[in-house]
């Protein structure tokens, strides 16, 4: 896929650039983002500039990987990063982290929510699944925040660092959003006992 940007009310979301190693680098320094995602602990500069130079641009053409460099306006700092996981046709998985003193604000939340409508309506995905290592509670309170239904515990389901661990997982769907879906959906019908 060709990188594109989008826009929200208060957000620029465009693909990683070469000019964005440094910022990157520095909010990667944060322990909580080093914790609960998967970035390279310790994150070294070598890192940051692998992402935005080779990494995230060949993750585009080769439609791996979505991500996105939130910010406050076309020339406003670094807020959040917002990536999507493409595992298989019609299969995505997004993820994001958010620099320290910008968290609590609601600019995830409006940049996950800016991404999915436009996975639902440009991309045509039809379901869009976000996971994170139980604990993490900002990155759930975020998922909830945009929509997503929290649809269990996955056992031993996410690598981190050679280690498995639990996490939750979440869906969510056009018409949580008010959007059409590109497939029919049936959903299942409760059985009682």
Not at 30 to 56: G, K
Not at 95 to 124: C, D, I, N, P, Q
Not at 148 to 163: D, I, S
């Given at each position: 896929?060709?990188?594109?940007t989008?826009?929200?009310?208060?957000?620029?979301?465009?693909?990683?650039?070469?000019?964005?190693?440094?910022?990157?680098?520095?909010?990667?320094?944060?322990?909580?983002?080093?914790r609960?995602?998967?970035?390279?602990?310790?994150?070294?500069?070598?890192?940051?500039?692998?992402w935005?130079?080779e990494?995230?641009p060949?993750s585009?053409?080769?439609?791996?990987?979505?991500?996105?460099?939130v910010?406050?306006?076309?020339d406003?700092?670094?807020?959040a990063?917002?990536?999507?996981?493409?595992?298989?046709?019609?299969?995505?998985?997004?993820?994001y982290w958010?620099?320290?003193?910008?968290?609590?604000?609601?600019?995830?939340?409006?940049?996950?929510t800016?991404?999915?409508?436009?996975?639902?309506?440009?991309?045509?995905?039809g379901?869009?699944?976000?996971?994170a290592e139980?604990?993490?509670?900002?990155s759930?309170?975020v998922?909830?925040?945009?929509?997503?239904?929290?649809?269990?515990?996955l056992r031993?389901?996410l690598?981190?660092?050679g280690?498995?661990?639990?996490c939750?997982?979440?869906?969510?769907l056009?018409s949580?959003?008010g959007l059409?879906?590109p497939?029919p959906?049936?959903?299942a019908?409760s059985?009682t006992?």
């Amino acid at each position: 896929m060709e990188p594109l940007t989008l826009t929200t009310d208060r957000l620029v979301l465009r693909p990683f650039a070469p000019s964005d190693a440094e910022e990157v680098h520095a909010v990667c320094q944060d322990p909580e983002i080093q914790r609960w995602t998967q970035v390279p602990s310790p994150y070294e500069r070598t890192h940051a500039e692998a992402w935005v130079n080779e990494i995230s641009p060949a993750s585009w053409r080769e439609d791996r990987q979505y991500a996105f460099a939130v910010r406050l306006g076309a020339d406003g700092p670094l807020v959040a990063s917002v990536g999507v996981h493409v595992h298989g046709p019609g299969a995505y998985e997004i993820g994001y982290w958010a620099a320290k003193e910008h968290r609590g604000r609601g600019y995830v939340t409006e940049a996950v929510t800016g991404v999915a409508r436009w996975l639902f309506t440009e991309v045509g995905a039809g379901r869009l699944e976000w996971r994170a290592e139980v604990g993490n509670a900002g990155s759930r309170a975020v998922a909830e925040k945009a929509g997503f239904r929290v649809e269990g515990t996955l056992r031993a389901a996410l690598g981190v660092r050679g280690t498995l661990r639990d996490c939750w997982v979440g869906g969510l769907l056009p018409s949580d959003l008010g959007l059409p879906s590109p497939l029919p959906y049936l959903p299942a019908v409760s059985a009682t006992p």
